[in-house]
């Protein structure tokens, strides 16, 4: 019977020694299986020679050979500092099987299973704790790491991680609606706040040091560098001093990076100490990223910044709160109650403002999307939002982008070089009389402000920023990197033609001054009889004719209303009756959403829409004759 010797092995390295550029980030299957492949197969070999680790089908004298390959690797958090490694290897046994008469060679293939863990923080190898045959049974009931050692997250998983963050990490009172102390989350991280100068060469808020380092303070009113002790966020002490919301918000974030991302930081310190011992020419600390590489950053970078701000405003606290203050400040225009809200919530959770404004759009309100715009750091004059955008879509973009989108869309280019389209108070929007105001400085006209959809082009963000990364380090940073855009051509060409129909309808040659008149040339115009828009708005027969045939005979907005959505009258032209019959909305909650629905409600019918107003807790505007 042939025995194989027992095979060991001395091998180490790093991934890709010998390449001309080494990578910046690496994998942890690349480390691990450049440091342990040999001895991941030669202990389960070893194992099987020696009788020590069960095959279930024969016994250790009776087998031939045993060869083993890596087949997957799964990686489980099992502390800040240390990992749950499972290794499945696919292993081939040639053995002896013996039966009463005679003995044949048999062969099989099997899996097994080597557990145990890593820890980094030491440097300490408990890799081959356990061998056994693979059984899923036996999988660790764990959330999965990717080969990065950090969890994947999506935006739906977002409020859900931020409250488990909180529920696991957070001592102090939060569930009532109380603010989030940053001081003592990191404090339950045992974490160590220090201040210094991390605001070079890019606009950096702070850092966080899990392994230790160094960083540039001031010292007798010198520059010098001291030395960071591990487990250590260093602020900005500039933003300290003049923002503490900002500073707040950089805390939180850091704190984020150290619960989900240290096992990432600790990887590439550790990989970046060999490639320094085993490639001292590659400068790794100013080797730029590559693709790749920037892409785990960026991911990293997401999802402390997307869950930061749902942390320090949680979503069971934060939307109470802002119910409460739109219902106090009802009594105020739409944007007023909003900015009224915004500097609530600033001021109760210890967050800035855009952060505020922000977490509204998140939470759906999207009405806050209309203030707090700033363009070259003035601000833009605040609009309303009449529709549903997301939080990454805008009214308001900076003139870089646009000439960016000049110089790469030809169409786009066309309709501004025709001045279909003028760049006006950060808004691309159609140039008409109606929406812009011309004079020594052209603005929009206020009915633009109150109806953006009509006439301005809705842009979509993407922020396209150039990572780094300093090892042993995560840091946040404040620069927000160049904003590139995009836009729907089916929109503007909707616009267009809105703004065609009303300007002929509108112009003077062919619609009356009179409100008597005009209105007798809508029903004309959409074929509408006096018995079936008396039918269709609720109106008397009576009262229609009186209003055809007499001006100055007494009309209310709900009235008016009334007839323009019975004809699907565009919204240009109830608000031209409303101003030829000298009435107009009122800065109320109910005339807001009168405003609402004439503006998005076209082509609907006076049930649909009374039946919306129903939905806000209010009566009809114009009462349904049985």
Not at 21 to 46: C, G, M, Q, V
Not at 374 to 398: C, H, L, M, S
Not at 479 to 491: A, L, P
Request: hydrophobic content about 35%; overall charge negative; proline content about 4%.
């Amino acid at each position: 019977m042939k025995h194989y010797p027992i095979i060991f092995s001395n091998s180490t390295g790093i991934p890709n020694p010998e390449c001309k550029t080494p990578k910046r980030i690496i994998t942890f299957s690349e480390w691990l299986l450049a440091h342990y492949a040999d001895k991941y197969r030669l202990a389960l070999i070893n194992g099987i020679l020696l009788g020590n680790v069960s095959t279930c089908l024969c016994n250790s004298r009776n087998i031939i050979s045993v060869d083993a390959v890596i087949n997957s690797l799964r990686f489980y958090r099992r502390s800040e500092d240390s990992i749950n490694v499972d290794t499945i290897l696919k292993c081939e046994i040639e053995y002896y099987a013996e039966d009463y008469y005679d003995i044949t060679e048999e062969s099989c293939t099997l899996d097994f299973r080597i557990r145990g863990y890593y820890d980094f923080q030491n440097s300490q190898e408990h890799l081959f704790e356990n061998i056994s045959l693979y059984d899923k049974a036996d999988d660790l009931n764990l959330p999965q790491l990717n080969d990065y050692l950090y969890a994947p997250l999506r935006t739906n998983q977002l409020e859900n991680e931020a409250y488990r963050i909180l529920e696991t990490y957070y001592s102090g009172d939060y569930m009532n609606g109380e603010a989030i102390e940053p001081n003592t989350l990191a404090d339950c991280l045992d974490l160590t706040i220090a201040s210094g100068n991390v605001n070079a060469p890019k606009r950096v808020l702070g850092r966080l040091y899990i392994p230790s380092g160094s960083a540039k303070g001031v010292y007798g009113g010198q520059m010098s560098f001291f030395e960071v002790p591990k487990r250590t966020i260093v602020i900005d002490k500039i933003t300290e001093a003049n923002d503490t919301n900002r500073a707040n918000n950089t805390i939180v974030h850091e704190c984020v990076h150290y619960i989900r991302h240290s096992l990432f930081i600790l990887l590439q310190e550790k990989y970046r100490n060999e490639l320094k011992q085993y490639r001292p020419d590659f400068d790794i600390d100013n080797s730029p990223l590559s693709k790749a590489e920037q892409a785990v950053v960026k991911e990293i970078e997401w999802q402390a910044e997307r869950l930061a701000p749902r942390i320090q405003m949680p979503e069971f606290s934060v939307r109470p709160f802002i119910e409460d203050c739109l219902s106090e400040f009802k009594h105020l225009q739409k944007t007023d109650r909003i900015l009224r809200t915004i500097r609530r919530i600033s001021n109760h959770f210890n967050v800035s403002m855009q952060a505020a404004k922000f977490r509204l759009c998140e939470l759906g309100y999207t009405d806050a999307s209309g203030v707090l715009n700033y363009i070259a750091g003035k601000r833009v004059p605040d609009y309303n939002i009449t529709g549903t955008i997301e939080p990454y879509q805008t009214y308001t973009v900076e003139p870089n982008a646009i000439e960016s989108l000049c110089s790469s869309n030809k169409k786009f280019n066309s309709y501004i070089i025709s001045r279909r389209l003028v760049y006006v108070e950060g808004h691309v929007c159609i140039n008409h009389p109606t929406y812009i105001d011309s004079g020594n400085t052209p603005r929009l006209t206020a009915y633009a402000r109150n109806n953006l959809d009509k006439c301005c082009v809705l842009f979509t963000l993407h922020r396209r920023i150039t990572y780094s990364y300093k090892s042993g380090t995560l840091q946040r940073s404040d620069d927000g990197g160049f904003i590139e855009i995009e836009y729907s051509e089916q929109q503007i060409l909707q616009m267009f033609a809105e703004a065609d129909k009303s300007d002929d309808l509108l112009n003077h040659d062919k619609l009356s001054d009179e409100f008597s008149v005009s209105l007798r040339e809508h029903m004309k115009r959409t074929g509408t009889t006096i018995e079936r828009l008396s039918e269709a708005s609720f109106i008397s027969e009576d009262k229609i004719k009186k209003l055809r045939n007499s001006e100055g005979y007494k009309v209310t907005v709900e009235e008016i209303m009334a007839m323009g959505i019975a004809m699907h009258l565009y919204p240009a032209l109830i608000y031209d009756l409303m101003e030829k019959a000298g009435v107009s909305l009122r800065h109320s909650k109910r005339h807001n959403y009168y405003q609402t629905i004439i503006d998005r409600m076209y082509g609907a019918t006076i049930e649909q829409c009374n039946k919306a107003l129903k939905l806000k807790g209010m009566e009809p505007f114009i009462q349904e004759t049985p």
